[in-house]
Structure formats: structure tokens, C-alpha cells
């Protein structure tokens, strides 16, 4: 293929990106540098309004993944991706009403401090362990997505695109900390918009009008969105979609790191629930964004397909082709539409880097150097920061091996997003459920999760199965590219037709239910933890949206925890001190920890402040 190159303005508007979010680094490091402390840098010092964080989380976990992924899965297999609006509706209220409240109450800056808290050391370390592999395996995915953009519609070196995206990531995030993570996303999430409405306009005009778009598309069947087949083989039907596509993206917001410590940035419990509301939004704009420009760029060609052809190697550089095509004669644009896909990759990797040192500072060097200096921390913080910058960015040359970026990126998820949802949901939802029953828990999800993933990594699922929809290529020029055909299927053990086709958005469902029964199963044979033990502010009674009723039947839900004692709530709404002196303390056999203060609780608004609960711990 001859590879079409940028013109003087496609560099100026790429570079002023770079410069841009460079410069927003820049700025919280100076604007900050007299607020020199770890809790400042890593957690904003817990005074973020809702609408940036909403911004950057919308563009954090709408990377260049969803910007090439999604417009090439569509255009493959239809617009059935368009189910995800469901997906991610019952992820942001599960999130905002059942996770966050925990999280936000008990003051954590670590998502694993919890797992602490209400179980033991070793569950918290092997939680952040999976959770460090899992966020430098996808963030390797997304470095790789819009390094090969730039490689299809620029012929820059692929690895000199993914070093140049590490370098410049790792800069500003090491510089200004989350503040400069929140706001150089909301500025990469207007990019990002922009970059697509400019594709959907002269996509549309190419194609003669979106009338047009939607009649080719239903003709080439790809409007069939509803496929009720309950079948779990089936790559994506409705049920996979809104089912499994729920429990990866619930792994991914509910008690990921990179969602929790934007939220717990925020000043007040109200403004982290609406920042996640309003997120909610801003993925259905994306979303819709994406689903349409795979449509559009099914119609311009409908007769003529670059991957099948041979003009491409790989579906993911449809999107990045097509915009060549149809800004071939509008220098600038093209510009545009790859500083939208690297807005949506340095956002990713930012709020990973930060993550990642975050958990690493907290759950590592905080326990084991408790007494060190604000100054001290703060450095430390920020050679985490640059570490990390060096790992996820070296990580994108696996993602080369991976296929195709929307289904890796998923895939990643699902395996370790699954059983740490499990592990959470054990915490939160199961007041009896011990140590020892979390721990064999996150270790048997984890098994099931990776079993069924690298078996079909290994043996791939039936082409009936994944194979796309019809694609033309009628109108293309003889070339001597050879016809794509359906992986080999000799020598196939018999549980590779079963087990390993199992389609990839169930990956998480399988961790997540694997966890959830070992760790019950589990804690019945060791002996149940005795709700007594448990601080309230830990579990979140749910059990009174089914037992509204009867007094006696929520009691007897709540296996112990002193829900109903009034101290817990009167001392909130009061603004007071909760002391567990009067309540028995959390034990657990092998770590003690004691919260001597819940967050200060505002009777005019209903929510809870920043206050940051103080800890006393026992090593």
C-alpha cells in the first residue's frame, strides 16, 4: 500500500497536542510546588469538582481502543456494539450506588486499602499484584493502538510512535500529578469529540448523507442489533453484550484504581456520584460517535474492502485509512482525527501511571517506611510515576501479538477485572465471608478466568462463531493479496468447541462467579467471620432494598454488622467521631486495623465531605 503522508498543517495541529498537554504538567507543577505532599500529588488533595473528573473519566477509558476498535469492530460485525449503552448504564449506577459510598467513606487513597481492612494483608498484596499486571498489559494495548495510526498515515517507525507517546505521558503525569492527569483529559476529551464529529460530517458528505449511510448499512446487514440467541459461544449478541459487557466494564469502573482515586479526588460524596453520572453521559456520546463512523465507513467501502483486498494488514488501521481518504484534499484534518486517537491514549496511560504508583506508594512503600517525610513521599510518588512511565510504554510491544485492540483490550480486563470484582463483592455484599475465603476466591476467579482465555488464545473459537459479516471486494483493483480464510480447525481438543469459544466478554463473568463461589464455599468450611468484627462503614447493607419490610429480616441479613445499632449513621449525620471503641473491632488473625474517624457528613446536601479517615495500624 502507498502510504499516504501529513502535510505541514497535520503536523502543527498534531504537535500543538503534545505541547498542550505538556504544558498543563508544567503548570499544576509549578502552581503546586509549594503543596508538596503525596496525598496532594497523588489524590489532588481532595478538593476536585465533578465536572473534570467527569471529563477524564470518560476519556481515560475511551482510548484510542474505542477510537480505532470500536469503528473497526462495527464495520466487521455490525452495529450490535451499540448494546454497550446498556452495559454501561447498570456499571455507573452499580458503581455510584453500591462501590463509591465504601470506598469514598472509609477515606482510602488505595482501592486495596479496603481489602485490608476488612480482610487481611496477604488479600490486599495479591489484589494490588494482579491489579499492577493487569493496568500494565492494557496500557501496553492502548500505547499500541495509535502508535499504529500514525505508523498507517504517516509512515512514522511504529516503535518511535510508541516511545514519543511514553515519553510525553510520563512527562506531564510525573510533573503535575492527578491535577494535571484531570485536566489534561478534559482537554483530550474535547479533542477527542472534535475529531470525531469532523470524521462523522465528511464521512457523511462522502457518502451522499447519513440516509444514505443507514441504507447501505442495513443492506450489508449491519444493522441487526438485537440477537437474542442465548448461546455463549456467539461472539456478540445481546446477552453478551449487556450481560458479560457488564461485568468486564464493572471490573473496569466499580473497583478499579483509576476510577476510585478520580472519584475520591472529589470534595464531597455528591460531587464523585455526579462526576460518574455525568461520565455516563459522556460514554454514550463516545459511543454513539464510534458506532456511527464504523457505518459511515462501511457505506464509502461497501464494495470494495481495504483488509480482505490486501490495501491493509490489519483491521485496526481501517478507521486511520479511511480518514486519509476522506480528507485526502483538506490538509489539517487528518492531523486532527490522530491527535484524537493520541488524546485518548495519553489520558489512558496518565491515569494508569498515576494508578499504578499510587497503589505501589500506598500498599508497598507506606507500609513498610511508614514515618517518611511529605517531601520524601512526594519524590518517591513521582519516581513511581516515571517507572511505570517506562514499563507500560516497553509493554506495547507485546500488544503487537495481541490481535485486534478492542477484543485484547476487553480480554485483559475480563480476565483480571473478573475476579477482582469478586474479591470486592465478597467484601462488600458478604459480611460472613473471611480472609482465608477471599483469598482461595481472587486465586480460584483468577484460574477460571485465565484458563478459558489463553485456551482460546490457543484455539481460536469456530469461524460460525467470531467470522465477520459479508465484506466486498468487488470494485478493487486486481492485487495479490490472498483470500482471508477461517483458522484452522484440526486438532482441536474437544473442550476447545465449548469452553475455550466462549466468547471473550464473558471472561469477567466467569472470574467474577468463580471468586464469588470458592469464597463463600470456602468461609463456610473455615468457620464464617463474625459480622461483630466488621465496622459498618465496610458493608453496604443491600439486603434492605429486598427486606424493606420486616426489621427482623434485614437484622438477620446483616450476619452481625451493627447496621442497625444507629451508631454508625446518627454520628455521620451529626459531623461526630466514630469510634469502633464502643463497637468491636475489625480482626482478622492477621492484621489489625482500627478507623477512629468516618467522613464528615453534610446535613444540607445529604453527602459526605474529603475528610480522610486516620488509620492506626498494627504490623
Excluded at 455484599?429 to 478466568?449: C, D, E, H, Q, R
Amino acid at each position: 500500500m502507498e502510504v499516504k503522508t501529513f502535510s505541514v498543517w497535520d503536523y502543527v495541529v498534531f504537535a500543538a497536542l503534545f505541547i498542550i498537554s505538556s504544558g498543563i504538567g508544567v503548570f499544576f507543577a509549578i502552581k503546586e510546588r509549594k503543596k508538596a505532599t503525596s496525598r496532594e500529588f497523588l489524590v489532588g488533595g481532595r478538593q476536585m469538582s465533578f465536572g473534570p473528573v467527569a471529563l477524564s473519566l470518560t476519556a481515560s477509558f475511551m482510548s484510542a481502543v474505542t477510537i480505532l476498535g470500536t469503528p473497526a469492530d462495527v464495520y466487521r460485525f455490525g452495529a450490535s456494539f451499540s448494546v454497550f449503552f446498556i452495559a454501561y448504564t447498570f456499571v455507573v449506577i452499580f458503581t455510584s450506588e453500591l462501590f463509591l459510598p465504601v470506598f469514598y467513606r472509609s477515606g482510602i487513597t488505595s482501592t486495596y486499602e479496603y481489602l485490608q481492612l476488612r480482610f487481611s494483608k496477604p488479600v490486599r498484596y495479591a489484589a494490588t499484584v494482579i491489579y499492577i499486571v493487569q493496568t500494565i498489559l492494557y496500557t501496553g494495548v492502548v500505547v499500541y493502538a495509535p502508535a499504529l495510526a500514525l505508523n498507517q498515515v504517516t509512515g512514522f517507525d511504529l516503535w518511535g510512535s510508541v516511545f514519543a507517546t511514553g515519553i510525553v505521558c510520563t512527562f506531564y503525569c510525573t510533573l503535575g500529578g492527578l491535577k494535571a492527569v484531570v485536566w489534561t483529559d478534559a482537554f483530550q476529551m474535547v479533542v477527542m469529540v472534535v475529531g470525531f464529529l469532523t470524521v462523522l460530517v465528511q464521512g457523511s458528505i462522502h457518502a451522499g448523507g447519513l440516509h444514505n449511510v443507514l441504507e447501505h448499512s442495513a443492506n450489508g446487514s449491519r444493522l441487526n442489533i438485537f440477537d437474542f440467541d442465548i448461546d455463549p459461544l456467539r461472539r456478540h449478541t445481546f446477552w453478551t453484550i449487556s450481560v458479560g459487557g457488564t461485568f468486564t466494564w464493572l471490573g473496569i469502573y466499580g473497583v478499579n484504581q483509576s476510577t476510585i482515586q478520580r472519584c475520591i479526588s472529589c470534595k464531597t460524596e455528591k460531587h464523585a456520584k455526579l462526576a460518574l453520572y455525568f461520565n455516563l453521559l459522556g460514554l454514550w456520546i463516545i459511543l454513539v460517535c464510534a458506532v456511527l463512523s464504523g457505518l459511515i465507513m462501511y457505506s464509502h467501502f461497501r464494495d470494495c474492502d481495504p483488509w480482505t483486498s490486501g490495501i491493509i494488514s490489519a483491521p485496526d488501521q481501517l478507521m486511520p485509512y479511511f480518514v486519509m481518504e476522506i480528507f485526502a484534499t483538506m490538509p489539517g484534518l487528518p492531523g486532527l482525527f490522530v491527535a484524537c486517537a493520541f488524546s485518548g491514549t495519553l489520558s489512558t496511560v496518565a491515569a494508569s501511571i498515576n494508578a499504578l504508583a499510587t497503589v505501589t506508594f500506598e500498599d508497598f512503600v507506606k507500609c513498610w517506611f511508614p514515618h517518611l517525610s511529605d517531601k520524601l513521599s512526594t519524590w518517591i510518588s513521582k519516581g513511581l510515576c516515571l517507572l511505570f512511565g517506562m514499563i507500560c510504554t516497553s509493554m506495547a510491544v507485546a500488544a503487537s501479538l495481541l490481535g485486534g485492540v478492542i477484543q485484547a483490550a476487553l480480554s485483559i480486563h475480563g480476565m483480571c477485572g473478573g475476579p477482582m470484582l469478586g474479591l470486592f463483592s465478597l467484601g462488600i455484599l458478604f459480611p460472613f465471608v473471611n480472609w482465608k475465603g477471599a483469598l482461595g476466591g481472587i486465586l480460584t476467579g483468577i484460574t477460571l478466568s485465565f484458563w478459558v482465555a489463553i485456551g482460546a488464545f490457543i484455539y481460536p473459537a469456530p469461524a460460525s462463531k467470531t467470522w465477520p459479516l459479508p465484506l466486498s471486494t468487488d470494485q478493487c483493483a486486481p492485487s495479490n493479496a490472498t483470500e482471508v480464510v477461517s483458522p484452522g480447525m484440526s486438532n482441536r481438543p474437544a473442550i476447545a468447541e465449548t469452553w475455550y469459544s466462549l466468547s471473550y466478554l464473558y471472561y469477567s463473568a466467569v472470574g467474577w462467579l468463580g471468586c464469588m463461589a470458592a469464597g463463600v464455599i470456602i468461609s463456610c468450611i473455615t468457620g464464617f467471620q463474625s459480622g461483630r468484627d466488621v465496622p459498618p462503614l465496610l458493608i453496604r447493607p443491600v439486603c434492605n432494598l429486598f427486606c424493606f419490610w420486616s426489621k427482623k429480616y434485614r437484622t438477620l441479613c446483616w450476619c452481625g454488622v451493627q447496621h442497625g445499632s444507629g451508631t454508625e449513621q446518627e454520628n455521620l449525620e451529626q459531623g461526630s467521631t466514630w469510634k469502633p471503641g464502643a463497637e468491636p473491632v475489625l480482626q482478622n488473625g492477621l492484621g489489625r486495623e482500627s478507623l477512629v474517624h468516618v467522613p464528615g457528613y453534610a446535613p444540607k446536601d445529604k453527602s459526605h465531605d474529603s475528610m480522610v479517615v486516620e488509620k492506626i495500624t498494627h504490623f
